[in-house]
């Protein structure tokens, strides 16, 4: 079991070309308990293990050599699930699949009738996970500002939680982060191809999850796209020189 992001960079590369999800996992969570909690809730970021489809039990997936530990960014708060909760598979999307989209995504949990509504959602919770994963939460200020945040994603696909803060003392920040991310996210997906959804089948096993993972610039793209051209190349001038040769 190892934490590696390089096979996310790729399919955060993948699914900005394919338009849609482009893997199948199976998921556990193992942390918390014991992580910063706000309002009796634990908040993100969360830690799962990650591996192939169909492992059905936390020791496979534990056992799985390609099984990562990541750390994940909980969408859903009207769904139960704690580290007792068996592995669930989930769909892979990039937030970035949206862009090309002509439809409403039903890898997707939320917003499956709407496909502005869609694109306007999850380019908004994209926006505020990166956010809180660029919080220090060493120190109790960073775990505060990562609950804020934390609520903040929650109300953006369950608008009734607002309401039920209005007492809390911390809702007027809650509601500084909703507000400045609905602003300030914008209108193209394609700019969170980083942000990756998980998306639990079927839809009511588990929590959606998000998984930020480092941006791929245009320039590496097409660093990418280069050598795999220059390999080409380098194949055919060999397959020209053997025919050479044998002629």
Do not use: H
């Not at 079991?1 to 390089?6: A, I, L, S, V």
């Not at 306007?120 to 660029?134: I, N, P, Q, S």
């Not at 009734?160 to 500084?176: T, V, W």
């Not at 009511?204 to 998000?210: K, M, P, T, V």
Request: with cysteine; charged share 10%; glycine share 8%.
């Amino acid at each position: 079991m190892r934490t590696d992001f390089g096979k996310a960079v790729v399919a955060v590369g993948l699914a900005a070309f394919s338009g849609g999800a482009f893997a199948d996992v199976t998921m556990a969570l193992i942390a918390p308990p014991d992580g910063p909690s706000m309002d009796g809730v634990y908040t993100s970021p969360y830690t799962a293990l990650i591996g192939p489809s169909g492992l059905t039990t936390l020791n496979q997936l534990k056992q799985n050599p390609s099984t990562t530990t990541t750390l994940v960014i909980c969408d859903d708060y009207t769904t139960d699930v704690s580290t007792s909760t068996p592995p669930w598979d989930a769909t892979v999307t990039s937030v970035g699949a949206l862009s090309g989209a002509s439809s409403a995504l039903n890898t997707l949990k939320f917003d499956k009738g709407n496909l502005t509504q869609q694109q306007a959602d999850y380019t908004t919770v994209a926006y505020l996970a990166e956010e809180l994963m660029g919080i220090n939460q060493s120190t109790s200020q960073g775990q505060l500002t990562a609950g804020e945040i934390s609520f903040a994603i929650w109300q953006v696909f369950d608008p009734s939680l607002a309401s039920s803060l209005q007492s809390e003392s911390n809702y007027g920040a809650i509601e500084n982060f909703y507000t400045q991310a609905r602003a300030s996210a914008g209108s193209n997906p394609s700019a969170y191809a980083n942000v990756l959804v998980y998306t639990p089948q079927p839809n009511g096993a588990s929590q959606e999850y998000l998984v930020v993972t480092p941006e791929i610039s245009g320039l590496a793209l097409l660093a990418v796209d280069l050598s795999g051209v220059g390999g080409l190349i380098f194949l055919l001038r060999k397959r020209l020189f053997r025919v050479a040769a044998r002629s």
